[in-house]
C-alpha cells in the first residue's frame, strides 16, 4: 500500500531558488506542495505550473492559510524581509511565529539559511567558521536561526538550518551570469581548478529540504548544503560545458594579492567594518585623538573599494568563487553528482518551457 504523499508548504516561493525548487519538485508522485508569496503577482509563474499557491500576510493570516498550513508535514521558509538591518531579525522572528502558530505539533520548520552564516568578511574568496561574524547579514542569519531553534520548541514543531552554498540553476541569477560571460569567450576565475566549490544545483537544495522534511536532521540541527562530494571549480566549469555545449576555456588567477600600500591601519579599518557602530558608539570616544585618522582611512577605503567596483563591472572581472571544505555537518546523499546534476538541469529547463509555451497558447 502507497503511503500518502509528503505535504510541503513553501514560503517566499516567488524567490528565483523556492520557484525552481518548486518546478523541480512538481513532478514527484510522493510530495503534495503549497506555495505562499506575499502577492499574487509574485505566484505567477507556479499558477501557470499548476502548482496550488496562495498569497500570506504574515501580519494578519487568513482563515485559510491557518487551515492550509496546518495540514502540511513540513514548511520550507525561503523568505527574507525587507527593512532596515537592525529590524531584520525581529520581523523573521515574528513571521515565523505566525506561521508555526498555525502547524500541528511535531510538524517541521525548515529555515532556508545561506553559507554566508559562517561569518567570512564579504571580500573573502575562502569559507571559514568564525566566532563572530564580520558581516551584518551573517549576524542577521546566526540570529534568526537561533529564534527559529527557540520558537519551534515552544510550539513543538521540529526545525533544522540548512546553509545554502552559492545556488546554480536554471532559473538563478548566478548561472545567467556565467551564461553570459561564457557567451563572451572570456572566462577568469578566482581560486585555482582544483580548488574546492562551495556551489550547490537547485535540484540538488530540493533533496536537501526533502530529507528535512523526512526528519533526517536533529532539531535545531545547521546543515550546509553543496554538491556531494564537494566539487572541485574544474568539476563545476566542466558541467557548464556540458549544459551550454561550449568548450570555452578558464584562466584562474588564484588567491587575490594585497594591494599595494595595504598597511596596518588600512587592515584595521577592513576589519572593523563590519562592527562600524560598535566602534563608533563604544571604542572610539575612549581615544578621540585617533578618531579624525580612522574616519579618514574609512572614507579613503571606501573610495578604493568603489572605483575597483567600478573597474570590475566590465566583463573583465573574475569570476567569484568562495572555495574549501565545509566545517561542520553537510547533506547526506542527495542527487547532486555531475551526470544528475545535468540530468536535472535539463527536466527543469524542459518543464520551464512547457509551462511558458501553454501560458502562451
Not at 551573517?138 to 533544522?160: I, Y
Not at 550547490?200 to 554538491?227: M, N, P, Q, W, Y
Not at 594579492?257 to 562600524?276: C, H, K, N, W, Y
Request: with cysteine; glycine share 8%; proline share 3%.
Amino acid at each position: 500500500m502507497n503511503s500518502a504523499p509528503l505535504k510541503l508548504a513553501i514560503l517566499g516561493a516567488n524567490g528565483q531558488i523556492a520557484t525552481e525548487v518548486a518546478l523541480y519538485l512538481s513532478r514527484h508522485t510522493d510530495v503534495q506542495l503549497l506555495g505562499f508569496a506575499r502577492s499574487r503577482y509574485g505566484t505567477i509563474l507556479l499558477d501557470l505550473a499548476s502548482i496550488p499557491s496562495f498569497v500570506i500576510d504574515f501580519a494578519n493570516i487568513t482563515a485559510e492559510n491557518k487551515a492550509l498550513l496546518s495540514d502540511v508535514d513540513a514548511v520550507v521558509d525561503c523568505t527574507y524581509p525587507a527593512g532596515q538591518q537592525q529590524k531584520l531579525a525581529g520581523l523573521i522572528e515574528s513571521n515565523a511565529d505566525a506561521v508555526m502558530t498555525c502547524m500541528k505539533r511535531g510538524a517541521t520548520y525548515i529555515h532556508s539559511s545561506s553559507i554566508s552564516a559562517f561569518g567570512m568578511p564579504i571580500d573573502s574568496t575562502q569559507l571559514r567558521n568564525y566566532r563572530f561574524a564580520r558581516t551584518s547579514y551573517a549576524r542577521t542569519k546566526r540570529t534568526a536561526e537561533k529564534c527559529v531553534s527557540r520558537l519551534a520548541e515552544r510550539h513543538g514543531l521540529q526545525a533544522c538550518h540548512l546553509r545554502l552554498g552559492q545556488v546554480h540553476g536554471v532559473l538563478q541569477s548566478v548561472t545567467g551570469q556565467f551564461k553570459t560571460l561564457i557567451d563572451q569567450g572570456n572566462i577568469i576565475s578566482t581560486g585555482d581548478a582544483g580548488a574546492i566549490s562551495t556551489t550547490v544545483f537547485c535540484h540538488a537544495v530540493a533533496e536537501a529540504f526533502l530529507c528535512a522534511a523526512r526528519g533526517d536532521f536533529k532539531h535545531g540541527s545547521i546543515t550546509t548544503v553543496v554538491s556531494q562530494d564537494q566539487w572541485s571549480l574544474e568539476t563545476l566549469f566542466d558541467v557548464y560545458r556540458d549544459i551550454t555545449g561550449t568548450s570555452f576555456s578558464v584562466s584562474y588567477v588564484g588567491k587575490p594579492e594585497q594591494q599595494a600600500g595595504d598597511g596596518m591601519v588600512s587592515r584595521l579599518i577592513r576589519l572593523g567594518t563590519p562592527f562600524r557602530n560598535v566602534l563608533e558608539s563604544q571604542v572610539l570616544p575612549l581615544i578621540p585623538g585617533v578618531i579624525p585618522k580612522l574616519k579618514g582611512q574609512y572614507r579613503m577605503q571606501s573610495a578604493k573599494r568603489d572605483r575597483a567596483a567600478s573597474v570590475q563591472s566590465t566583463h573583465d572581472a573574475p569570476v567569484f568563487n568562495l572555495v574549501g571544505n565545509v566545517p561542520g555537518q553537510m547533506t547526506g546523499q542527495i542527487k547532486s553528482s555531475p551526470n544528475e546534476t545535468l540530468t536535472a538541469f535539463r527536466k527543469i529547463e524542459t518543464l520551464l518551457a512547457q509551462t511558458l509555451s501553454a501560458a502562451s497558447v
